[in-house]
């Protein structure tokens, strides 16, 4: 019995030398691979980053009003993760509907008020 536990003991001592003796990532290679990372992405477009602020300004104004959906909202979370990646044709997609959704949100403020009962 205490063969079996020295055995095991024994392997799993090994098990983690074998993990601690592996180096460490130093940090002076990280920001290099970053800067040549960044220089390869493309920049988002002006007419996404347009897109974008108008997105942003329409969620603001229906907010607001209590209008907001959460549709809307999600929309412009999208898009604004994808400017984060410079993905500007999600961005342009993800902005238009944003703003769809907005104009539909503040139009069913028209809608009249449905009474039931006398």
């Given at each position: 019995?205490?063969?079996?536990?020295?055995?095991?003991?024994?392997?799993?001592?090994?098990g983690l030398a074998g993990c601690a003796s592996q180096p460490a990532p130093t940090a002076a290679a990280k920001p290099a691979e970053s800067k040549a990372v960044e220089a390869e992405k493309p920049a988002l477009s002006a007419e996404a980053q347009a897109a974008l602020a108008a997105a942003q300004a329409d969620v603001k104004a229906a907010r607001a009003k209590n209008a907001l959906?959460?549709?809307?909202?999600?929309?412009?979370?999208?898009?604004?993760?994808?400017?984060?990646?410079?993905?500007?044709?999600?961005?342009?997609?993800?902005?238009?509907?944003?703003?769809d959704q907005v104009r539909l949100g503040m139009e069913q403020l028209n809608y009249p008020m449905i009474k039931i009962g006398d």
């Open positions: 019995m205490s063969r079996i536990l020295f055995t095991l003991t024994s392997v799993a001592l090994i959906w959460t549709t809307a909202q999600d929309a412009l979370n999208a898009a604004e993760a994808a400017a984060e990646k410079n993905d500007s044709a999600t961005v342009l997609k993800q902005s238009k509907r944003a703003s």
